[in-house]
């Protein structure tokens, strides 16, 4: 724990408009110029979320001239608002790989699964990103047939060679959460939670570093997807030798054959008033962040300062609920009756990139132009493993981008006319069963 106690909040001016705990909170950062007239650079980079910094951090440190540009600022879209949990793995088990993809797939996706967190780790330490970074995270049932479930979960890790993840029910479970909601869970001791917004920053300031520019509120248009491509803005436009487009959910027209393939969901998070260690420590006696098994999970965790940050639910299509505090609390008081008189003091939403089959897209819609999106909901790890593929393609190290480059396409079943109310059906399908416990 940190000795950093927020009393009063005035939100970092550069993230006024962005309501989260996260904005408010955020470490110092410079204010970056618009993109105007013409530059030119080695790879030009479209967002600067978690993809897009974790590439272009990567190519400068291969000395690489590199340009971010971003429609906001830096960490503005989902990079900057989720629960801050480094959960290892992807959105759908290795066992499904296996049954779409083949045995090979399956191989390469668990050999890759445990590396994003370790590049958090490495790049907080080589930079010294001061992100409340804590190690720990844990998926946790409610029922038995949940439980049998995180079971058969455990040891396909091991049979991939991550024997570090373990299984604990009863009181041993309660040593990590201490909530009588839960039988049990699958505990990670390389998983973790940090400040997502303040992370982010780090990678930004350390491209900097390293003579990268970013260009804030340059919001791209369009992409000239040439032998020479172009990233045009309303003001502007860079000349690269490559581009990568890592909008996500926040991509818009930039891109639109890449934005339609996938689903904006939105999730949405509150945030506690200062509960103070001791109960917290009550609650998390290890510190692990948490997640639930169910379809649309509950997570949460405790804060560097000695808050509950809780978030949960989903609107497909990226909008808003009604009332995010009225959507989140009441789970909230579920899992932990005694903070039913705790002040939540912020609340938010923001958007991630559902695809049809809950695995990353990653590939190049051109010769000189190479994208990554559609990381479904398990992003904070994902996205650092996948900038590193970026950047090893651009050096021509293309066996592990080929991996996601080589799964088929699928396209939500209704288009784009029909895909949210497919998805809402198939929520409501597997909520029953989360709320039968099967």
């Known amino acids: 724990m940190t000795d950093r106690t927020i009393e009063h909040f005035t939100p970092a001016a550069p993230y006024a408009g962005l309501p989260s705990y996260y904005a408010a909170t955020a470490n110092s950062t ?7 007239g013409e530059e030119t650079c080695d790879i030009c980079v479209v967002g600067a979320g978690f993809t897009g910094m974790g590439a272009a951090l990567e190519l ?8 971010v540009i971003e429609g906001e600022r830096v960490g503005w879209g989902a990079s900057g608002r989720n ?4 959960v290892n793995g992807y959105s759908r088990r290795m066992q499904e790989v296996r049954k779409h993809y083949g045995a090979d797939a399956e191989a390469a996706f668990g050999a890759m699964a445990l590396e994003g967190q370790a590049i958090i780790r490495e790049r907080v330490a080589k930079y010294g990103i001061q992100c409340d970074l804590r190690a720990g995270n844990a998926i946790v049932a409610m029922s038995k047939p949940q439980l ?13 060679g991550h024997s570090e993840m373990f299984l604990a029910e009863g009181a041993e479970a309660r040593k990590h959460i201490n909530s009588d909601r839960y039988i049990g869970g699958m505990f990670d001791p390389k998983g973790g939670h940090m400040h997502s917004l303040n992370y982010v920053l780090g990678e930004a300031a350390a491209f900097e570093g390293l003579g990268g520019r970013i260009f804030e509120h340059s919001r791209v248009t369009h992409v000239d997807r040439g032998a020479v491509p172009v990233v045009h803005t309303a003001k502007g436009k860079v000349s690269a030798k490559k581009v990568l487009v890592c909008g996500n959910a926040y991509l818009g027209d930039a891109a639109p054959d890449l934005s339609s393939r996938i ?4 999730s949405q998070i509150i945030t506690t008033e200062v509960l103070g260690d001791d109960l917290l420590e009550e609650l998390f006696p290890t510190n692990y962040c948490i997640e ?27 909008t808003d609920p009604a009332s995010i505090e009225g959507k989140i609390v009441p789970q909230m008081h579920l899992t932990f009756p005694q903070l039913k008189n705790a002040k939540i003091e912020f609340q938010w939403s923001g958007n991630f990139a559902l695809t049809m089959t809950r695995y990353p897209q990653m590939g190049r819609v051109s010769d000189s132009v190479y994208f990554s999106q559609g990381d479904s909901g398990h992003g904070v790890t994902t996205t650092q493993m996948l900038g590193r593929r970026l ?3 651009i050096d021509g190290q293309m066996s592990k981008f080929d991996v996601f480059a080589s799964l088929p396409y699928i396209p939500f079943v209704g288009g784009k006319l029909f895909r949210v109310p497919y998805c809402v059906m198939g929520s409501w399908y597997y909520g029953l069963r989360d709320k039968l416990g099967i």
Do not use: F, M, N
Not at 60 to 67: P, Q, S, T
Not at 301 to 311: I, K, Q, S, V, W
């Open 30 to 36: 410079p204010r970056r110029p618009e993109l105007l």
């Open 60 to 67: 400068a440190e291969r000395g690489y001239k590199v340009i």
């Open 83 to 86: 629960g801050g949990q480094l």
């Open 148 to 160: 049998r479930e995180l079971a058969e979960r455990t040891e396909e890790w091991h049979r991939h």
């Open 263 to 266: 689903l904006p969901v939105s």
């Open 292 to 318: 639930d098994i169910r379809y649309i999970p509950d997570y949460y965790r405790r804060t560097a300062d000695g808050r509950l940050l809780y978030g949960g639910g989903t609107v497909y299509g990226g």
């Open 391 to 393: 950047a090893e393609a």
